[in-house]
């Protein structure tokens, strides 16, 4: 077993709500490295032999299993960029948490882009877990841009739940999906930025098998003076159905843009897409504080609601 | 009175609604000159000396009155291009009924491109009617290019009811409004395309002052291989709340996109968006076709009903 130091402990219990163990399949990226893996009979993780990343294979025996392979970057001025490619075959059932929390102490940009693939075979059942977190006294920025790109067989349901929980200063998402026939996708999308942080989301759902269906909910609270810009596209290109929903709350002087853009090229595509951008409900806040709650008190419990 | 023959007639029925007579205010522009026009007490149309369009002053006594400005193109190859403004005092109350009908009988392609702006006094209260039509036998395109920008002082209300009815090949729709405090907008835009026509429609709502509200309902069907793309855009900068709403019903093989963007710069701006994209309500067919109807008509029913 991989001794931790205090710092990876504590991001770890940030990023990886389950509890990381090193047992089962497993794979802790440290700085660039791998600290520790380990296999288990259904699933088998390799390392890249032609560039940073492993390579996640998940037999169709696999039932109710976790893979847990966090992220931890604590160098001060590192860049990190990881590939992750999971195949996943026809009848699995597997959850990955995933997430990467950034430690910067020091004066320079610590950063990690994270290129995640997922091959979901026919049938197979899959739940991807990902938070992102920044912290440290430095005054180096900290910025996450993940890449996710999903690749669904018909029959093949996919959820991808994603939190950016705090202390991320820049972040790029990108996250693209293909879908087979009668293939289901759920994304939860949650998203906080503060001080002066920028966020951008874009995602594109493409609806290719009929009978395939996309729920995408999205919802972030912009504080300070940051900003937030979202453009999820949902593309209908077969019999199909897909609902879109953004909720955004701004304090401060923050500032939110949602830009969906929803596209039936099929007879038979409905999609349909809901955006709301406002402040805290005024209402909630005065039966809180009307319980003896201080206005920061009441505005974190409603926040702490909206996000979970 | 100015004798108008029978194409021109048609084609008025088409797009003026209310009937145009030569009495009042008004302005009937055919291939690219003004035919006719009137002046009333208190509504004065001035022909542009820089340019081909006309000044129309309104002034702020001005109860209930209509001012109808409808164009007609019939000369096939026409590229017409005209530059309407509208100067409302404070305090007017009026209705505009423009409109633009091409007929064309030939080969070449005849074109519109109406540019209209309106300043809108403190308190005015302006409700603009726009209906766009083509017809004619000929192989040469309809197209007609609309740009509308709308300046509203405070307490100004603005009303934009714009239907595109048939006929038309090509559009692209630029529409820019600028609100001042406690300003009030509604839009209403119903738009239907058919064959292999396309249709784009651009609209940038920034809401400057405080109070100012805006409903944007736009409502279109697409059929044959028709295109549409919708691109609303509301961006409060100020204590402001909008509700933009774009619904579609798209048949045989046509396509459409809708891209709203709603931005919040302002901790009171409000902005709700919602779009569905779908086809025909199947419920509805059956039981129209029950009745009797054959399906064609119990279409031209429902699609009748979704655009009034």
């Known amino acids: 077993m991989a001794l931790l130091d205090k710092i990876t402990e504590k991001i770890l219990q940030q990023i990886d709500g389950s509890g990381f163990q090193q047992k089962g399949a497993y794979n802790l990226r440290h700085?660039?490295?791998?600290?520790?893996?380990?296999?288990?009979?259904?699933?088998?993780i390799k390392k890249k032999?032609?560039?940073?990343?492993?390579?996640?294979?998940?037999?169709?025996?696999?039932?109710?299993?976790?893979?847990?392979?966090?992220?931890?970057?604590?160098?001060?001025?590192?860049?990190?960029?990881?590939?992750?490619?999971?195949?996943?075959?026809?009848?699995?059932?597997?959850t990955i948490i995933a997430g990467c929390g950034?430690?910067?102490?020091?004066?320079?940009?610590?950063?990690?882009?994270?290129?995640h693939s997922f091959h979901v075979g026919k049938g197979a059942n899959v739940r991807y877990e990902e938070k992102h977190y920044g912290e440290g006294e430095g005054t180096g920025a900290r910025v996450l841009n993940p890449v996710t790109k999903i690749y669904m067989k018909e029959d093949a349901v996919f959820t991808l739940d994603t939190v950016q929980i705090k202390g991320v200063d820049s972040t790029v998402r990108e996250t693209e999906v293909e879908m087979g026939a009668n293939s289901k996708l759920f994304v939860i999308e949650k998203l906080m930025t503060h001080d002066s942080q920028n966020a951008e989301s874009n995602m594109e759902i493409q609806m290719n098998g009929d009978g395939s269906s996309a729920q995408i909910i999205s919802r972030s609270v912009a504080k300070g003076q940051s900003r937030q810009v979202f453009h999820p596209k949902a593309v209908g290109n077969a019999k199909c159905h897909a609902h879109v929903q953004c909720d955004s709350i701004i304090m401060d002087h923050a500032e939110v843009a949602s830009i969906p853009e929803i596209n039936a090229r099929h007879l038979d595509?409905?999609?349909?897409?809901?955006?709301?951008?406002?402040?805290?409900n005024d209402e909630q806040l005065v039966k809180l504080r009307t319980?003896?709650?201080?206005?920061?008190?009441?505005?974190?419990?409603?926040?702490?609601n909206f996000l979970n």
Do not use: W
């Open 31 to 44: 700085n660039g490295v791998a600290l520790c893996h380990g296999d288990s009979e259904h699933i088998k």
């Open 102 to 115: 950034i430690h910067n102490s020091g004066c320079n940009e610590s950063r990690h882009d994270g290129i």
């Open 269 to 280: 595509a409905a999609i349909i897409h809901e955006a709301a951008i406002g402040r805290i």
């Open 291 to 304: 319980l003896g709650m201080t206005a920061e008190e009441a505005e974190g419990i409603i926040i702490d």
């Open 49 to 94: 032999e032609d560039k940073p990343g492993i390579d996640i294979y998940i037999d169709g025996n696999t039932r109710g299993e976790q893979v847990h392979i966090p992220v931890v970057v604590d160098a001060s001025g590192m860049k990190d960029e990881v590939y992750n490619d999971f195949y996943i075959d026809a009848g699995a059932d597997v």
